[in-house]
């Protein structure tokens, strides 16, 4: 198994491993990207480790260029997909010393509770190949945050993601793997 593989099934690693992992992987064309993934955080220490599985968050959708859901969550019966409107989340407030780990929490009736307020139809983020870390390769451009999720391909059915986000001292990792057996369907706003 090629420490890729590894850290990706165990999700979990040091900076330096899904550094090098990511350094490594080839580039993704965004075309490459459209369609349905399922995500997956990779520990590496960051203060964000856990808040997206405390979430309950499913993963991302790429219809086009121009139309990105970049939080997914199940529904209440788990036979669809929400898209939840990051304008709603103050990531970098999530970032402050003072807020406590997200480890072994469990917010997703939180979520699940507000989504009549938090979801939406509207597409929330862009996709474009911009330069990172010397490499021309996919981005998810977030439209209400400072973040850009940057992507490099593991296989042709997973990638590996890194949070470029302003203000953060440290990268935060995630993975994607393809997965179209659930539809999204539209949010309240």
């Not at 139309?67 to 199940?74: A, D, Q, S």
């Not at 977030?142 to 986000?165: C, K, Q």
């Amino acid at each position: 198994m090629s420490v890729a593989e590894r850290i990706i099934a165990e999700q979990r690693a040091t900076v330096g491993e899904a550094q090098a992992v990511f350094d490594d992987a080839s580039p993704a064309d965004p075309d490459f990207l459209i369609g349905t993934w399922r995500g997956a955080e990779l520990r590496t220490g960051h203060k964000m480790d856990g808040m997206l599985d405390a979430s309950g968050w499913w993963g991302k959708q790429f219809v086009d260029a121009e139309t990105v859901h970049p939080l997914l969550f199940p529904s209440a019966d788990g036979r669809s997909l929400w898209a939840l409107d990051p304008q709603r989340i103050p990531f970098t407030l999530l970032m402050h010393r003072l807020v406590p780990s997200f480890e072994g929490k469990d917010l997703s009736r939180l979520v699940a509770t507000g989504r009549p307020v938090v979801s939406t139809r509207k597409p929330k983020a862009r996709l474009r190949s911009t330069r990172f870390r010397g490499v021309d390769t996919a981005t998810m451009i977030y439209d209400a945050h400072p973040i850009n999720d940057v992507f490099r391909r593991i296989s042709d059915d997973t990638v590996i993601g890194w949070m470029d986000l302003r203000g953060s001292e440290r990268p935060y990792f995630f993975s994607l793997t393809r997965d179209e057996s659930l539809p999204v369907v539209a949010g309240s706003r």
